[in-house]
C-alpha cells in the first residue's frame, strides 16, 4: 500500500526559506511521478510543483515559479521542495503525492499524506 510521509514544514519571516521532504513507501516509487500540493483553509488544494520519474522534467504552478525547486532522490524514496522567497501568500499546508503521469491537478494524483504546515509571517 502506497504510503507517503512530508516533514520539513515550519514558521518563517517572509523572505525565508524552507525545504520540505516526502518520503515513499509501499510501492515503486521511481516508476512514479511525484507532485507537492498545498491547500489553505477555505481554498481548493492546488498543485504547486511536479516532477517526472526520472526527475529530469519539472512543472511550476505561476505562483511559484523561480522560488521554489521541486527534485527526487530515488535511491532515498524522497522527493524534496526547496522554498525561498517565502510570502505569506504561500502560507498552507502542503502535501505530496504519485501519479502515472505528470500533472498538477489533485485529481489526478493519489496516497495523499498528513501533509506538513508552512507559515509564513510578514
Known amino acids: 500500500q502506497m504510503q507517503l510521509v512530508e516533514s520539513g514544514g515550519g514558521s518563517v519571516q517572509a523572505g525565508g526559506s524552507l525545504r520540505l521532504s516526502c518520503v515513499a513507501s509501499g510501492y515503486t516509487y521511481s516508476s512514479f511521478c511525484m507532485g507537492w500540493f498545498r491547500q489553505a483553509p477555505g481554498n481548493e488544494r492546488e498543485g504547486v510543483a511536479a516532477?517526472?520519474?526520472?526527475?529530469?522534467?519539472?512543472y511550476y504552478a505561476d505562483s511559484v515559479k523561480g522560488r521554489f525547486t521541486i527534485s527526487r532522490d530515488n535511491a532515498k524514496n524522497t522527493v524534496y521542495l526547496q522554498m525561498n522567497s517565502l510570502k505569506p501568500e504561500d502560507t498552507a499546508m502542503y502535501y505530496c503525492a504519485a501519479s502515472d503521469f505528470v500533472s498538477l491537478a489533485a485529481a489526478d494524483f493519489d496516497g495523499w499524506g498528513q501533509g506538513t504546515q508552512v507559515t509564513v509571517s510578514s
Open positions: 516532477i517526472y520519474t526520472g526527475g529530469g522534467t519539472t
